[in-house]
């Protein structure tokens, strides 16, 4: 994209902003370039991309005070957003979906299954009633029995994942589908007057994270110089390619919080962080009580705290299927989805400038902080609120001798230029067969 000002980047970067509160004339500091035509969709992907990435570096120069331009090239940004594709150990490519995580014919319609991490892959064959060796086509005749919903529900009640296909219209009707509509893209709480944290330096953020969204987040802030320290259960660690892609800029360290004794090493580092990001299902970490005075929290989950589907796990790719987007991306054969795991990336990004917009206002104004962002939240502001292109923007209307036209703008502009044509069509062979006088 050579147009360093396209109206719907800078929109869609407008709108975000103002979603984080930060100053108006901010935005303006952006400069967009790069390749075009990257991460084609029928829904508005790139400009989300470009948008997520602009506001994330927009609150790191508002908290460092820096002056400078904020650039944003496609190229660089459409790379991020399937970074896990990219990503190369020692030559070899990683394991973006593993067998079972994938679509399947039910009886009535489709159903995306998630199963990349082992206990999952085991929730998923229990449900099915196959067994832990069954192979891809044993899942699919046992799903091809079943009707998408009823697979749904009986591999989330055996602690699986599986979403059944819905439009965008079913999805508007499902009650955990209002309750998103009917909710800002993000919010961020002020909980009580407490004084921020004391700051040794560096920002301390400790990272309870998991694919791909929060730990994106995350890598995002130890770029800009946070002390990023990731906890993961001892007999869960997150996935070697997960970690090798989204870990670059972290450490890493394993505690069992139901040991006392980890429990005592995590509760230290705790109480001298800074920021406390979290990735799990909602309700899953409560009992550990996690609050802190001054202490920011950052919680990101699937389908938001709230609705039916509030202590539902869930990942970018079954939010596709859940909310519409696998329709609107697909074909009358087949379900399809977008060309990158953006409600992932893009909500990572959205996370770490959320972190920053908040520490800036706890600088200046105290204060326990929450933030809060789901990945539902972020597809229905992809569908909904994100400008797409809309013909009507570039249409105008000029009265003349013909009626009243409605007709597109030209699309040679420049500064000073010309805003539309002197004159409208007259009547055909209506005019003097002469030159104008000058």
Known sequence: MDELTDNTVRTGTELLWSEL?????LPARVAYGGPSGLLPARLPVMDLARATVAVAGLAAVERDGSA???RVDDGAVATAFVSERHLRVDGRAPVVFAPLSRFWRASDGWVRTHANYPHHRAALLSALGAGDSASVAA????????????????????GGLAVALRTSAEWAAHEQGREVAARPLLSRERLDDAAPRRRSGRLRVLDLTRVIAGPVATRTLALLGADVLRIDPPGNPELPDQHADTDVGKRTAALDLDSPSDRR??????DAADVLVTGYRPGALDRFDLHRPGLVTA?????????????RRGFDSLVQVATGIAVAEGSSEEPGALPAQALD???????????????????RDGGTRLVRLALAQTGHWLTHALPGYEPERYLTETAGPLGLLRHARSPVSYEGGPAGWSRPPGLQGGDDPQWLRA
Not at 21 to 25: F, K, V
């Open 265 to 270: 090493a995590f509760d230290e580092l705790l």
């Open 21 to 25: 509160g930060g100053d108006p004339a």
């Open 139 to 158: 899942v699919a005749a046992a799903i091809a029995e079943r009707r998408a919903v009823e697979v749904e529900t009986a591999v989330y009640a055996a």
């Open 68 to 70: 400078g331009t904020v």
């Open 299 to 311: 919680r990101l989950s699937a389908w938001g705290d709230y609705g039916p589907w509030c202590e």
């Open 345 to 363: 990336h893009g909500t990572g990004y959205l996370l770490a400038a959320a972190v920053l917009r908040t520490m800036t206002e706890q600088d």
